[in-house]
């Protein structure tokens, strides 16, 4: 099978790579990302390429001929995307049409990267089927990327997630867990909310999640996250625990204290129950999964 990986230079989309790459006579991996290939491996076909320019995207994907696309491509910083709207859309959106009008123009199945941030975080606990009600320009974005996927009459694959973490080679950005770490091991307090709910997702869950879905071709929206709905305040308290550091570093702080551009949901996590029956992928709790995360990273 053809895979394309948009994406590919970022944490979901080189792990994703590394996973497919467990069996080559399986998978033939393309990756497509801007800027030169950060992952430590030449054994895939690495694409330098802007996804948002529509003719360029579609030359490429033409010279492939991929039998299924994962489109891990995205702009995920919260505040970022408030203050660069444009921007956003035109990756979180905008390449998301053109994807989705190649995939129909030739058969082909589309894995589309979505998120808990489409939620407004009223309730907790969210089901595939409950309403969605953003409160930020990035959840808006999600929203309407994942409304175009649907609408575009192809077969696809959408999988919802929160908070992911883990750690590959020249990440361009870091996550709650790596930053914790870091700067627990450097000594330095920190301040973290402890209003704010989520259920963390390992990298290494999701791009399972990913293969899944490329294999069964399985179609519609799916919750992939851990299983433990956690404040991030608890959450930086367990990366303490785990990494064997200080926990009287960490300090709570409300969300109104943090002042913040974009507005966060305060309580999301997912029903999972959907995910264990049509794609039988059990989640772990996070601090089962910072346990592995622990052995791969020291």
Not at 31 to 47: I, K, P
Not at 149 to 158: D, E, G, K, P
Not at 165 to 176: C, D, E, F, K
Request: proline share 4%.
């Amino acid at each position: 099978m053809k895979i394309v990986v948009t994406g590919s230079n970022g944490l979901l989309g080189q792990t994703l790579v590394n996973l497919l790459k467990k069996q080559p006579e399986k998978y033939q991996v393309f990756g497509l990302s801007r800027g030169a290939n950060r992952s430590c491996r030449n054994d895939f076909v690495y694409h330098n390429i802007d996804i948002t320019q529509k003719g360029l995207l579609t030359a490429c994907l033409q010279e492939i001929q991929p039998d299924c696309i994962v489109n891990t491509a995205a702009m995920t910083n919260v505040d970022a995307c408030e203050e660069y709207k444009e921007e956003c859309n035109r990756l979180n959106i905008t390449a998301v049409e053109s994807l989705s009008e190649f995939c129909k123009a030739h058969g082909i199945h589309l894995i589309h990267i979505s998120t808990d941030f489409i939620f407004d975080g009223a309730q907790g606990y969210y089901k595939e089927t409950d309403p969605p009600n953003p409160l930020s320009h990035y959840g808006h974005s999600k929203l309407k990327s994942e409304e175009v996927v649907v609408n575009s009459n192809i077969s696809y694959t959408i999988l919802r997630t929160i908070l992911v973490y883990g750690n590959v080679p020249n990440l361009g950005r870091s996550n709650i867990v790596l930053w914790v770490r870091e700067m627990l091991k450097e000594g330095k307090e920190i301040t973290i909310v402890n209003d704010q709910y989520r259920m963390p997702t390992y990298v290494e869950d999701l791009a399972v999640a990913c293969q899944i879905s490329i294999d069964k071709k399985v179609k519609g929206i799916f919750n992939i996250s851990s299983n433990t709905l956690l404040t991030i305040y608890e959450i930086a308290q367990q990366v303490a625990e785990v990494f064997e550091l200080d926990q009287q570093l960490i300090k709570p702080i409300s969300t109104a204290q943090l002042n913040q551009r974009a507005a966060r949901p305060p309580k999301t996590g997912f029903d999972l129950s959907k995910t264990n029956k049509e794609l039988q992928f059990f989640p772990k709790s996070f601090q089962e999964d910072l346990q592995r995360f622990k052995e791969t990273c020291g």
